[in-house]
């Protein structure tokens, strides 16, 4: 018997949700990385203060998609969004940062997708 509900949308569309915040995470810690810059420093680049660096590198943070294409522009990348559909036909393309539910289940605790599920389900009643 598994913890959360399979097949429920809410969570499917929590899960998604969370996903996406670690993946916009993971691509500022790998342009990061790439560019040599430390944290202070994109700090600075921004005008943000270092724990803001530190709170969007864990995904704490919600940041808008202009937020996060400008921090990906600093560090010398670029943002690109891509929606997959569900059965669809066209080919999807091997990227490293595509959401991919297996690749990112042990990166979300189940505790945190718990809480989050019940939150949003408390919410809604």
């Known amino acids: 018997m598994s913890v959360f509900p399979v097949g429920d949308a809410a969570y499917d569309a ?3 949700e969370e996903a996406a915040m670690i ?5 500022i810690a790998e342009a990061l ?5 430390s944290q202070v420093e994109l700090a600075e680049l921004l005008g943000v203060s270092k724990s803001e660096i530190s709170a969007r590198l864990r ?4 940041i808008t998609v202009r937020k996060l294409a400008a921090t990906l522009h600093v560090l010398g990348a670029s943002l690109k969004i891509e929606a997959n559909f569900a059965g669809s036909e ?10 991919k539910p297996e690749a990112h289940a042990h990166r979300v605790s189940q505790s945190e997708l718990a809480s989050a599920y019940i ?3 408390l919410m809604a009643a």
């Not at 993946?23 to 691509?27: H, L, P, Y």
């Not at 995904?59 to 919600?62: I, K, L, Y």
């Open 33 to 37: 990385e790439r560019s040599g810059l």
């Open 23 to 27: 993946d916009a995470s993971e691509s």
């Open 90 to 99: 066209k080919p999807q393309q091997s990227t490293k940062w595509r959401f």
């Open 59 to 62: 995904g704490e943070r919600n």
């Open 119 to 121: 939150s949003r389900s």
């Open 14 to 16: 929590i899960f998604a």
